[in-house]
């Protein structure tokens, strides 16, 4: 089954407009929940949430967890097309090795 | 330089041929991983090591294999290609739990 899901799959705002990513999942043990931006190939790190962190900022970007509902949502203020990419989800657990990937958003934003 | 350097960055190969991707980083970490993306399918884990004596399989691992040649260098191998291995592999990198991971640019591989 899915562990981790985003929505909606693609989106297409105009510059200047504030979008929000969801991303649900459903694991045991969760330990963090990681948001990654993918342009062209590799994706490149923004936030990790965690237990004792779970709000993050930066710039014009910030993502809340919420552990008792498990989600998170990725906030995007004041878009530029420069943000447009693949915005990817990812949990680990405790008891785990890896981190499971959500199947990404994508956002493209018109002049 | 990359942290994360992948070769090759694109290839193209037959069906039944046997092929590899090597990755090597600078970052010194010891966790190293293979991952392939499809479309629609997010990134799938294909194998990861700790160190070079610790390899495990991923969700996806069967017509792969890999090789930790060294903490820096981690290879994998498709030993006889077929084309639904078409795909964007990524090697990537964690210093450890609660470390997100560093990507390299990424393989796209393409089985005809």
């Known amino acids: 089954e899915d562990k981790v899901v985003q929505s909606p799959l693609s989106l297409v705002v105009h510059e200047g407009d504030t979008v929000t990513l969801n991303c649900s999942y459903e694991?045991?043990?969760?330990?963090?929940l990681l948001w990654y931006k993918q342009e062209k190939k590799a994706p490149t790190f923004l936030f990790m949430l965690t237990s004792s962190g779970i709000e993050k900022k930066s710039g014009r970007l910030s993502s809340i967890l919420d552990k008792k509902e498990l989600f998170s949502i990725l906030n995007i203020t004041a878009t530029q097309t420069g943000d447009s990419a693949v915005y990817l989800c990812a949990v680990d657990q405790n008891t785990g090795n890896q981190f499971y990937f959500g199947t990404g958003t994508s956002l493209t934003v018109i002049p | 330089d990359a942290d994360v350097t992948q070769t090759p960055r694109n290839r193209i190969t037959k069906t039944g041929k046997r092929i590899m991707l090597e990755c090597s980083q600078t970052?010194?970490?010891?966790?190293m991983y293979w991952y392939r993306q499809d479309p629609g399918l997010g990134l799938q884990l294909i194998y990861y090591s700790f160190d070079v004596k610790d390899i495990n399989k991923g969700e996806i691992s069967d017509g792969y294999s890999v090789s930790r040649q060294a903490q820096a260098k981690f290879s994998l191998s498709l030993e006889s290609a077929i084309p639904n291995q078409t795909a964007l592999y990524f090697c990537?990198?964690?210093?450890?739990?609660?470390?997100?991971?560093?990507f390299g640019s990424g393989t796209r591989l393409t089985v005809v």
């Open positions: 990537a990198t964690s210093a450890g739990p609660l470390e997100g991971y560093t």
């Open positions: 970052k010194g970490h010891d966790r």
């Open positions: 694991v045991t043990n969760f330990r963090s």
